[in-house]
């Protein structure tokens, strides 16, 4: 075996205390990380971070399970928008007759005859609304057969609200007027409308735009397809004259009285 000079045995003496050094550094830096030390104040406030964490996600979820339409179908949301797009539109030219008629007796000559015109107009529509005058315009008919007897006054009641939200002016139902305050009600053999029995098949008159009465009855989920799942059939056609004939007499209030008397 070689002897070693003095100078590799300091240089070996050297290696082993730095090696010595570095170790102790390491284990050092490990005992200061671990296990770690956390204050009470670092406690107190990853617990509230973690409190209001689960509040928020708490709530977002509450939010989105009780939205109104959470889960609702494709075709319904499609209809409501439809809907919305329709009740728009007919009320924005609801507003521009109501400009044009005041322009009217605004620029008008004679703005008596204007108004007296205007006025005859007015009673003309609310008799059509009240039913105790006729009508005719475009519209559709609609023809229910219930073979089976499934059909409920429930389920015309519905199809009455769905042809008035389309924009319906005037519906019928075999020989009755349909009104404001039409009631519908179940009897033994059928179903009443305002006190007086009808029988299948119901046929409805409907004066209105076809384009958006005939849709509301044939949407998924709707009049249509409802009647079919209770084994009854129904027929939309659109037509470019309907008659309504059915009259309701004019009843005069017991007690009200025009204010202007």
């Given at each position: 075996?070689?002897?070693?000079?003095?100078?590799?045995?300091?240089?070996?003496?050297?290696?082993?205390?730095?090696?010595?050094?570095?170790?102790?550094?390491?284990?050092?830096?490990?005992?200061?990380?671990?296990?770690?030390?956390?204050?009470?104040?670092?406690?107190?406030?990853?617990?509230?971070?973690?409190?209001?964490?689960?509040?928020?996600?708490?709530?977002?979820?509450s939010?989105?399970?009780?939205g109104?339409?959470r889960?609702?179908?494709?075709?319904?949301?499609?209809?409501?928008l439809?809907?919305?797009?329709?009740r728009?539109?007919?009320?924005?030219e609801?507003?521009?007759?109501?400009?044009?008629?005041?322009?009217?007796?605004?620029?008008?000559s004679?703005?008596?005859?204007?108004?007296?015109?205007?006025?005859?107009?007015?009673?003309?529509?609310?008799?059509v609304?009240?039913?105790?005058?006729?009508?005719?315009?475009?519209?559709?008919?609609?023809?229910?057969?219930?073979?089976?007897?499934?059909?409920?006054?429930d389920?015309?009641?519905?199809?009455?609200?769905?042809l008035?939200?389309?924009?319906?002016?005037?519906?019928?139902?075999?020989?009755?007027?349909v009104v404001?305050?039409?009631?519908?009600?179940?009897?033994?053999?059928?179903?009443?409308?305002?006190?007086?029995?009808?029988?299948?098949?119901?046929s409805?008159?409907?004066?209105?735009?076809?384009?958006?009465?005939?849709?509301?009855?044939?949407i998924?989920?709707?009049?249509?397809?409802?009647?079919?799942?209770?084994?009854?059939?129904?027929?939309v056609?659109r037509?470019?004259?309907?008659?309504?004939?059915?009259?309701?007499p004019a009843?005069?209030?017991?007690?009200?009285r025009?204010?202007?008397?």
């Amino acid at each position: 075996m070689t002897p070693m000079s003095a100078e590799e045995k300091d240089e070996q003496r050297e290696a082993a205390h730095h090696t010595h050094k570095e170790t102790t550094g390491r284990q050092r830096l490990l005992a200061g990380l671990w296990p770690p030390r956390i204050s009470r104040a670092q406690l107190i406030v990853a617990l509230l971070l973690f409190g209001l964490g689960l509040g928020l996600a708490i709530q977002v979820n509450s939010t989105s399970d009780k939205g109104a339409l959470r889960g609702a179908r494709q075709e319904d949301l499609v209809r409501i928008l439809d809907e919305l797009d329709d009740r728009t539109q007919r009320l924005e030219e609801e507003k521009q007759r109501l400009v044009a008629q005041r322009s009217e007796l605004e620029s008008s000559s004679d703005q008596a005859e204007e108004a007296r015109k205007q006025t005859l107009e007015k009673e003309r529509q609310l008799g059509v609304l009240a039913g105790t005058v006729g009508a005719q315009g475009p519209g559709i008919t609609l023809t229910i057969n219930d073979p089976q007897g499934a059909v409920e006054a429930d389920r015309l009641l519905d199809t009455i609200q769905e042809l008035r939200a389309a924009g319906a002016e005037a519906i019928q139902i075999n020989d009755v007027r349909v009104v404001a305050n039409t009631y519908f009600s179940e009897v033994d053999g059928g179903i009443q409308i305002d006190g007086k029995k009808i029988a299948a098949p119901y046929s409805f008159k409907v004066i209105g735009k076809p384009q958006d009465l005939e849709p509301a009855l044939n949407i998924p989920g709707g009049v249509v397809q409802t009647l079919e799942k209770e084994q009854a059939t129904a027929v939309v056609q659109r037509l470019e004259k309907i008659v309504v004939n059915a009259l309701r007499p004019a009843k005069r209030p017991d007690y009200a009285r025009s204010s202007s008397q």
